[in-house]
């Protein structure tokens, strides 16, 4: 018996990173998986195989979150292949970074479209679906430096604000339907996207960070599934900061 | 053969949970019905459905009483 039986999530950039350990853990729980992924196919289905060993099932589905057409068929698939939709994690995420001076529009673009823009269009995608079930979850992957800043990274920290306060407003919008949004700001965490900085980077970093180590994709991954689960049903419109203690 | 006014009737009492007799043509959603804004959204929702189209968003803002959303029905079905 898992907490999330039966139930259909929707996991946005599930191939890698921290979306790939949300969709695990949530299969682990018992739900059925729809693994969105943008460029790497490979990646995305063996994140189904692993699934489908587990005993539950899952899709790939490629779409792009910035885009329209591709994020309502995203959504079509998945009711399509199984029935409804009960939990949307928008995890989907780039960056593009460079000092303010420097940075060019469409490094601004890109990071806009697809970090905050994706999580509009995607919410939007299944709010009617969700309406209907008079239940639903969403969870939105912000990031601690959206409640701080951080020096080079003005596109992405806006993004993820944006995000905080999209999540506020939905939650309030849909509330009356029984769809509870929280969000969750990873501190630093291991994946690819993190691994890109540089050791006098990550060591700046470590000082600022009380438990004095990088977080792992399973410490968001657990907290998406308190969310998504029945142990959060009186909370929304919340942002849990999960960073070792970084910012409080 | 059931009638659009008699489907929309239909609809529009589950959805706002009104008496059929409130119903009327005349009627406005939000003034009369009790109709809150996300309850017209979801009441075009299900609109879309019983009639199989679909209703843009430019449209369904102008949809506000019982009688435009008959008259905008049917305009489409014909």
Known sequence: MGKLDGKVAVVTGASRGIGRSIALYLAKEGAKVVVNYSGSEQKALQVVDEINSMGTNAIAVQANVADVDSV??????????????????????????NLLMRMKEDEWDDVINTNLKGVFLCTKAVTRQMMKQRSGRIINISSIVGVMGNAGQANYVAAKAGVIGLTKTTARELASRNILVNAIAPGFITTEMTGALSEDMKNAMLSQIPLAKLGQPEDIAKAVVFLASDDSSYMTGQTLHIDGGMYM | MTTVLERVTKVVVDRLGVDESEVKVEASFREDLGADSLDVVELVMELEDEFDMEISDEDAEKIATVGDAIKYIEGKLN
Not at chain 1, 88 to 96: D, Q, S
């Open chain 1, 72 to 97: 309502t068929q995203l959504m079509d698939t998945a009711i399509k292949e199984f029935g409804s939709i009960d939990i949307l994690v928008n995890n989907a995420g780039i960056t593009r970074d």
